[in-house]
């Protein structure tokens, strides 16, 4: 092989380990729980917890959940400052029958980062809630197999909007 093309090659692999550096680990088993999770820590500059929380909230209510959510189902611990909570419904894919999957998300904020975590999975399929850690039948498991996989797409998509909107937010004062 030529030196440009080994040239071209190492820079492909670094450029797609680079991009899968920030993707959000897969959902896994947490040993503890017994439930789905995933969780991350992702910098954002030198914003304040202030800063962060205040970007967080307005990201959430107003951009991403405006038409499902609104600002009701987030709720901001007051008592233990820089948390957000969330319980949230997205809509699968026409693969896996249109389920809704719910999920608890809580972020924790501090100054220049912040962290999520993802737990307490479940679908809604044909009249039936469960857990996707209680699939037992070939169907249910095949299912979980698909919605496990559309999850974490999700979770990727969320992570990299929620970063690049707190990255470039300045604040409702700034003009």
Same mark, same amino acid.
Do not use: H
């Given at each position: 092989?030529?030196?440009?093309?080994?040239?071209?090659?190492?820079?492909?692999?670094?450029?797609?380990?680079?991009?899968?550096?920030?993707?959000?680990?897969?959902?896994?088993?947490?040993?503890?729980?017994?439930?789905?999770?995933?969780?991350?820590?992702?910098?954002v500059?030198?914003?304040?917890?202030?800063?962060?929380?205040?970007?967080? %909230?307005?990201? $959430?209510? #107003?951009? =991403?959940?405006?038409?499902?959510?609104?600002?009701?189902?987030?709720?901001?611990?007051? !008592? +233990?400052?820089?948390?957000?909570?969330?319980?949230?419904?997205?809509?699968?894919?026409?693969?896996?029958?249109?389920?809704?999957?719910? %999920?608890?998300? $809580?972020? #924790?904020? =501090?100054?220049?980062?912040?962290?999520?975590?993802?737990?307490?999975f479940?679908?809604? !399929? +044909?009249?039936?809630?469960?857990?996707?850690?209680?699939?037992?039948?070939?169907?249910?498991?095949?299912?979980?197999?698909?919605?496990?996989?559309?999850?974490?797409?999700?979770?990727a998509?969320?992570?990299?909007?929620?970063?690049?909107?707190?990255?470039?937010?300045?604040?409702?004062?700034?003009?």
């Open positions: 092989m030529n030196k440009p093309c080994i040239l071209f090659l190492l820079l492909i692999s670094f450029r797609v380990s680079a991009q899968t550096a920030n993707l959000p680990a897969p959902l896994a088993i947490d040993p503890s729980t017994g439930k789905y999770v995933t969780s991350g820590i992702v910098p500059g030198s914003k304040s917890t202030q800063l962060l929380m205040e970007g967080a %909230y307005k990201w $959430l209510s #107003e951009i =991403k959940f405006v038409n499902t959510l609104g600002s009701k189902g987030i709720v901001m611990d007051e !008592a +233990v400052f820089g948390k957000i909570g969330i319980n949230q419904y997205y809509m699968s894919s026409p693969l896996t029958y249109n389920s809704k999957v719910r %999920y608890t998300l $809580l972020l #924790e904020f =501090k100054d220049g980062r912040f962290r999520y975590r993802f737990t307490d479940y679908y809604l !399929a +044909v009249a039936k809630r469960k857990d996707f850690e209680s699939a037992e039948t070939s169907e249910d498991k095949m299912l979980v197999g698909k919605l496990l996989l559309e999850s974490n797409t999700y979770i998509t969320f992570i990299s909007e929620i970063s690049a909107y707190l990255a470039n937010y300045e604040g409702e004062n700034s003009w």
